[in-house]
């Protein structure tokens, strides 16, 4: 299976913390996609980083990519309740036209 | 909004009946998804179609029969499903289907089989 995993499954914190969330793919990758659902809706775009790229910031949020050891992360900074979705990673793969998401992982940032 | 809209929202249906589900993007895109999201259960890709063209079939069973008249429209029509197919079916659209580009994502539809 090309399925990548995220860790941790769940995660909760207070308000004004850091969140870090983890992703380990098995393939080779194009880049590395994040990803944010909030409760029953669609998916929503959040950060890409190519497979040539180590760290990327948007905002609070800071990806790193470490393609030797197949792994992703993802840092929300000073986090708010409104922050509460599940975040995805996904890999876009070298070859194919798709892209492979992870199981995800549940955050719930607590006010 | 991301540009993809879906409809309906929320479906009921018997096993018996046949039921259409629709995708719209108003973003130019060239590439389509047909996502199905199970409760604790990864996304599964079902179908992507590319410039119309249907370009990846992920084994999904007969009962569902995607359809594309065109770069902007994608339907998934269900007849005879099973309980076991509720789920949230996601549409998504990028531009071009390679090499993973970025997805923008409909709201879905809730699916449920009785």
């Known amino acids: 299976s090309q399925q990548g995993e995220e860790d941790p499954q769940a995660l909760s914190i207070q308000e004004g913390e850091n969140a870090t969330m983890n992703c380990s793919y098995k393939t080779s990758i194009n880049n590395l996609q994040w990803y944010r659902q909030n409760s029953g809706r669609g998916l929503v775009h959040l950060i890409l980083?190519?497979?040539?790229?180590r760290e990327k910031h948007s905002g609070r949020l800071r990806v790193t990519l470490d393609t030797s050891k197949k792994s992703s992360s993802l840092l929300i900074t000073a986090s708010r309740a409104a922050d509460t979705a599940s975040y995805f990673c996904a890999q876009g793969l070298e070859y194919g036209n798709k892209l492979v998401f992870g199981a995800g992982t549940i955050l719930r940032v607590k006010s | 909004e991301t540009g993809v809209t879906q409809t309906p929202r929320h479906l009921v249906m018997g096993m018996t009946n046949k039921k259409s589900l629709k995708c719209e993007q108003h973003?130019?895109?060239?590439?389509m998804y047909w996502y199905k999201q199970s409760a604790k259960k990864p996304l599964e890709l079902m179908f992507v179609?590319?410039?119309?063209?249907?370009?990846e079939n992920n084994s999904v069973p007969s009962r569902f029969s995607p359809e594309c008249p065109n770069s902007s429209h994608l339907f998934l029509h269900l007849h005879t499903l099973q309980p076991e197919d509720s789920a949230l079916y996601l549409c998504?659209?990028?531009?071009?289907?390679?090499?993973?580009?970025?997805?923008?994502f409909g709201p879905g539809t809730r699916l449920t089989v009785l």
């Open positions: 998504a659209s990028s531009q071009g289907a390679s090499g993973g580009n970025e997805q923008f």
């Open positions: 179609y590319n410039f119309k063209e249907q370009t």
């Open positions: 973003l130019g895109h060239n590439a």
């Open positions: 980083i190519r497979s040539n790229e």
